[in-house]
């Protein structure tokens, strides 16, 4: 089966997180058995907030797949700042119904590559790597060939979440902006013949939008190899937090926990220390060094290192929608994790107990005394935890769901 993927993002190299590492492990399981052309994008010039992609990376990528088709981004229009900017992007999106993150990605010559292969019956489906890829796809391209679209997380559900829960940057443009995405997401979502996302919380948001679409949860994965089980428990107090540290959910819940939390622990536990692991730190992580413990690493090069050296994972999110990687991960690490609803949202952990919930700052002090007290406990979690990201989490699990969504064989359930 020839497969032509679309992804606005470089995913490569896998350690990059976030939508790489989805796109990157998926098109790797697929390459396996199928023809892959994967169409990509990289900066043309190096100074935006994505590096920029380097020669050996590109050659790399390009043995993972058939063919490697690669596009400058187009650079940004002007200063992206600026309150006559703002207006022009909003009233555009108003008019035409795409956000300006959608629109500000958008090559004119990877949609004239992609509209000639497809009328040149080059290939049998097409599947956009994350939803910001949907403005490629044509209405007509499903009545030929299998469309695709693999979400990752709802623009709707995520703007709507981060106003419920408070943490939004900016709640006036999230509130001008929240009845313009729902529209956005019922429209786009009418071209795919199937659509893909990675929680039952998404897949029933979409559900409304789409009623008779067909619509398949296919969770993260972890790399076991990557993320290996740590062979003993260092005991002691040591707490890490992993993510990239310039995304607005990680950066909200790195602050709430270090101001709120972490000094309640530290008058039970003063030896206690919380590592901050993970790339690009924002300006406000970074000042949080200055509290007593507290140590942000930046980029790293290898996060499984820091998560088997301490005692427990905290993932203590209040915003943001899907399974987290950085969960997943700390579990296949066989570290005990100590998480909120949204930072285990998708995944069964009361029975058998695999990791501990806690949203206030009083249920993360008692959940992380009890780890810090009990080995046993640990070590229940730690075994539990790579238990159920081996059976149900693995990437080649993910890949064959997706592969059967490919040929058109997911029944739904």
């Known amino acids: 089966m020839h497969i032509l993927m679309l992804s606005s993002t470089f995913p490569y190299p896998p350690t990059q997180g976030g939508t790489q590492v989805r796109t990157f492990n998926l098109l790797k399981y697929l390459s396996q058995r199928h023809d892959i052309t994967l169409v990509t994008q990289r900066d043309a010039c190096g100074d935006l907030r994505d590096r920029d992609v380097t020669e050996a990376e590109i050659a790399e990528l390009r043995d993972c797949v058939n063919h490697l088709v690669v596009f400058d981004r187009p650079p940004e229009s002007g200063t992206t700042s600026g309150i006559l900017k703002k207006v022009q992007r909003l009233s555009q999106f108003y008019l035409e119904g795409t956000p300006p993150s959608v629109l500000s990605r958008y090559s004119v010559q990877m949609q004239a590559w992609i509209d000639n292969c497809v009328q040149e019956q080059k290939c049998d489906v097409i599947t956009c790597e994350h939803s910001v890829n949907e403005i490629y796809v044509r209405s007509h391209f499903q009545k030929s060939l299998r469309t695709i679209v693999n979400i990752h997380s709802s623009v709707y559900g995520s703007c709507l979440n981060q106003l419920t829960t408070g943490v939004s940057e900016n709640k ?85 926990f270090t101001n709120q939390v972490l000094p309640e622990i530290q008058k039970k536990y003063p030896q206690t220390t919380f590592d901050i692991v993970g790339s690009r730190p924002a300006p406000e992580v970074l000042a949080l060094t200055q509290k007593p413990g507290v140590n942000v690493t930046g980029k790293v090069p290898s996060m499984v290192d820091y998560l088997h050296q301490s005692t427990v994972c905290v993932v203590p999110m209040r915003t943001g929608f899907g399974i987290k990687n950085k969960t997943l991960e700390a579990m296949a690490a066989g570290v005990p994790v100590v998480a909120s609803d949204r930072g285990l949202e998708g995944l069964a952990i009361d029975t058998p107990i ?39 989490f693995t990437w080649d699990i993910a890949g064959k769901r997706y592969e059967q969504v490919c040929l058109g064989l997911n029944h739904q359930h």
């Open 172 to 256: 006036l443009r999230d509130k001008i902006n929240l009845p313009l995405l729902r529209r956005y997401e019922q429209k786009y979502g009418a071209k795919f013949s199937s659509i893909v996302v990675t929680t039952e919380d998404d897949k029933s948001q979409l559900e409304k939008f789409h009623p008779h679409s067909e619509i398949t949860v296919i969770p993260n994965g972890v790399d076991l190899v990557t993320f290996p089980n740590r062979t003993s428990d260092p005991g002691g107090y040591k707490l890490v937090f992993i993510g990239a540290m310039d995304n607005l959910a990680n950066i909200d819940a790195v602050c709430f």
């Open 354 to 392: 695999r990791a501990l919930r806690a949203n206030k700052p009083d249920e993360y002090v008692a959940a992380i005394s009890q780890l810090f007290e009990s080995p046993q406990l640990r070590n229940q979690l730690s075994h539990n935890g790579r238990q159920l990201v081996e059976t149900e």
